[in-house]
């Protein structure tokens, strides 16, 4: 296997400094996002996407009226840019020793430049820190080749999460890159509505639908390695008692998902078989636990196939 080809090896604990800075940036993106977009079901507005490039938003209305604007990150270039649908545009460099919070103001500027103020509230959501965005001083270290391994590794999951998604037959989400947890994910819906888990804002809005989850992070706080996940909303009484695929997937009570750790992944023989393998028996099981329709996880095999042929 050639080297661009194999999976790279991301230990949470050795980029986790980049990580937290990285994560602050796209934080940035999202909360631009959720303003500008007009609102859609189960918070998608607010999504970005992850792209050959790195993290993006989709073309977003520009509030002085003038056309549209988007963001992203290039992880390539290791830069942030700033985009009118005009062709003009702003890019602020990401480099070591730049703090979230000079790049955050540099990004507002940018955005005011192109297309007017912007409403923006600093506040970071789902964070370890509470520091505002634009003040933040602590997260600025970022090591352009431990962001090169993050986005190898992300660019794979993303496209487990797209092969998983591709034949289901009911409503599903494209493979959103979540900013406020920092990971990959696409939820498959059953059609049916569900009650949010609680009353807070983000799940009250994002969960009041019946869903199955499948994603993958680089690893966090509460569970410092990277891993593929799976979870049903609602999960009825004993859902964490399969036996999923491969043999290396559990369920983790602590998170209330199933997981397949990341270091299992890359060890397989077939990586990405490996992995398509944990989200599609998740699925399976989640749709027959939760005794969603039978046709919806027949979808998942081809049945019937999304593009027939003959």
Known sequence: MSASCRWPAIPY???????????????????????????????QHAALRLT????????LPAPDGSG???????????????????GR????PLTPNRPVGHVTRELLTAMTELVGPVAFDPRPQETP????????????????DQVDAYFAAATRAAAVLAALRAPYRGRATPVNAWWGSFDLAVSLFSGRPADPASSEFIRRNSMDAQEVAVGWWPGDPRYPKAAFYAYAHPAPPGYGSATLEPSTARWEPTLGEY???????????????????????????????????PALSASLDGRPPPVRRD
């Open 13 to 43: 604990e050795a980029w986790r400094a980049t990580c937290d800075t990285l994560h602050g940036h796209t934080q940035v993106l999202g909360k631009l996002a959720a303003r500008l977009a007009p609102p859609e079901p189960q918070l």
């Open 52 to 59: 050959a490039r790195g993290w993006e938003t989709l073309p």
């Open 68 to 86: 549209a604007v988007a963001m992203a990150l290039d992880l390539h270039t290791h830069r942030a840019a700033v985009e009118h649908s005009d």
């Open 89 to 92: 545009q702003r890019s602020v």
């Open 129 to 144: 820190w509470s520091v505002p965005l634009d003040e933040d001083d602590e997260h600025a270290t970022y090591d352009p």
């Open 259 to 293: 997981v397949l750790d990341w270091d299992d992944v890359v060890a397989a023989d077939d990586p990405h078989a490996a992995a398509l393998a944990f989200a599609r028996s998740a699925v399976r099981h989640s749709c027959s636990a939760c005794e969603w329709d």
